[in-house]
């Protein structure tokens, strides 16, 4: 195996949790909705989401002072437990994790051996990214504010469904391109068989990610790693 130049990783279930998106996210956007709501009752951006959500859910009319709160927190509750992905809807819950990160009652979570393994790449000049199909400030949040701190001086860069989707080969050679690396140099951990198909078809190394939970790997190509220790360049 060539020495890699840079490392790419995927976030839940490689780096993070894959169930802390239903553990931790969901909980704190239905839990400080009110509160979310009666704080930013005077803000643009927020009544904007709300209108979109009420016009496009509900039958009454957003300017309808009627509209009880509710029926607005009720209909949203509804959108965060069926895992909408309405446009207007994941910008209000974005706000929502936002102010939970920035007074930190909400925090990101990583593995125990994410923080050494990436500080070790890190310090021996490998480029260290991300790529999650969850936006960059999303992705920035979860790992400024981890329980073993700030580790984002680490990374060098993030990407999310704007470089494209992750099971498409052209996706890597973008992400290639951008960090300057050549394909044949950068490894890529997922615990996605079909995201390393996509990246194994564009040069690059891969490993599979099997964390707990996911006991039962599927046997295929892939090399397992089931700790980031095992990923000693
Ligand atoms: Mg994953």
Redesign the pocket.
């Given at each position: 195996m060539m020495q890699p130049k840079a490392v790419l990783l995927?976030?839940?279930?490689?780096t993070t949790p894959?169930d802390f998106v239903y553990r931790k996210l969901f909980p704190f956007a239905k839990e400080h909705l009110n509160e979310f709501l009666d704080a930013h009752s005077e803000d643009v951006e927020v009544q904007k989401c709300l209108s979109k959500i009420i016009g496009n859910y509900s039958q009454v009319s957003p300017h309808d002072k009627n509209t009880g709160r509710k029926e607005i927190t009720d209909l949203i509750v509804s959108l965060i437990d069926s895992d909408s992905k309405f446009t207007a809807f994941k910008e209000l819950e974005a706000m929502i994790w936002n102010s939970g990160y920035a007074s930190g009652e909400l925090k990101g979570e990583v593995y125990p051996d994410v923080p050494p393994a990436i500080k070790r790449w890190h310090d021996s000049g490998i480029v260290v990214s991300i790529y999650s199909s969850g936006s960059v400030p999303a992705q920035k949040a979860i790992f400024s504010t981890t329980q073993y701190g700030d580790l984002t001086r680490y990374i060098f860069s993030y990407f999310d469904t704007n470089v494209g989707p992750k099971n498409e080969p052209d996706s890597y050679e973008r992400i290639s391109g951008l960090i300057g690396v050549d394909p044949s140099r950068i490894v890529f951990v997922?615990?996605?068989v079909i995201?390393l198909q996509a990246a194994d078809a564009s040069g690059f190394m891969t490993y599979l990610?099997v964390r707990p939970g996911m006991e039962n790997p599927p046997n295929g190509k892939y090399r397992v790693i089931r700790n980031f220790s095992e990923l000693r360049f």
């Open positions: 995927d976030i839940e279930g490689t894959k997922s615990d996605s995201e990610s």
